[in-house]
């Protein structure tokens, strides 16, 4: 609309360059010493200059227009990732969730022991290969999340052993495990952006709904024991504080376009942790 504005704006100064007369008296020497060529010239002159002040008000009014806000973005990056993560959590997970439930609420589970070892050992499958992915670092901004104390495989190798104590057979991974783990590591070599975006979820998910899933767990199948999965050394929320700003620092130098391809990647990310939260009731 600025641009239509703009043009009614100068119309005068381009119906300058249609002149017409009235009928009037002109001497000879009057129409002798007169350009008529050069009143033509100066017309066209003043309608160019019309034109070239309407394409740089244009211009101006476009670049002025305010960008695209992204939800959360004013707080850092990893706001926007929570934001949509949110979104896929159904309304009984989150008052954000957007996602139909698609079986029994977590209060209403019946975990049986071997479905919760199944479940732990596909966990620590996964977070075996984040922490040698971080460790490894293919790409530089990997190194930042080295020993941030959120890493749960060595409490998982401590509660797979109190179980083998307590005389349960401790299964061997299964196919959720090693597709997600295959998945990662895969992913980790070419893609970074996308790679944290698991790496996100998977740590920050634990210590919000994990932990929740873990309490009703343990009250209904083992007397209420917290296991180490469930522990952190260390003031939890710090710990998650560090690894956000850590987490915008790295954001910091992608474009809007890798942000996006990012915060694209939290679906799958769901659906693989899903399938290894399923366990539970298997």
């Known amino acids: 609309m600025a641009s239509f504005a703009l043009i009614s704006q100068y119309q005068p100064l ?9 009928p009037r008296k002109l001497t000879a020497a009057l129409i002798a010493n007169t350009n008529f060529r050069s009143f033509s010239g100066a017309g066209q002159a003043v309608a160019a200059v019309g034109r070239r002040r309407m394409v740089v008000v244009s211009a101006t009014a476009a670049a002025e227009k305010p960008k695209k806000r992204y939800s ?8 926007e990732m929570r934001f949509v993560a ?7 997970q989150a008052k954000e969730g957007e996602k139909e439930s698609e079986g029994p609420p977590v209060a209403k589970w019946e975990p049986s022991v071997d479905g919760y070892l199944r479940f732990l050992v596909d966990s620590k499958l996964v977070y075996d290969t984040l ?5 490894r670092a293919d790409f530089p901004e990997y190194a930042e999340f080295r020993n941030t104390g959120l890493e749960r495989s060595e409490s998982l ?5 109190w179980f083998k104590e307590q005389g ?10 090693y597709s997600y783990a295959k998945y990662l590591a895969e992913l980790s070599e070419k893609d970074p952006q996308a790679f944290i975006c698991h790496f996100y979820n998977i740590y920050f998910a634990h210590t919000a709904g ?21 522990k952190w050394n260390g003031d939890l929320k710090q710990l998650l504080q560090n690894v956000r700003d850590k987490l915008n620092r790295v954001a910091e130098s992608w474009t809007r376009e890798e942000k996006n391809h990012c915060l694209e990647e939290t679906e799958k990310s769901f659906k693989f942790s899903g399938d290894i939260l399923r366990l539970i009731l298997s």
Do not use: C, W
């Open 14 to 22: 381009v119906d300058m360059t249609q002149f017409s007369f009235r």
């Open 86 to 92: 949110m979104k896929l959590h159904t309304r009984d």
């Open 168 to 177: 349960y057979s401790i299964p061997e991974a299964s196919s959720p495990g």
């Open 157 to 161: 190798a401590k509660d797979l052993e």
């Open 210 to 230: 994990g932990r929740m899933i873990g309490k009703k767990v343990a009250e209904k199948i083992l007397n209420n024991k917290e296991l180490e999965f469930y």
């Open 72 to 79: 959360g973005e004013a707080k850092g990056f990893v706001e």
């Open 131 to 135: 922490e040698r992915i971080v460790e």
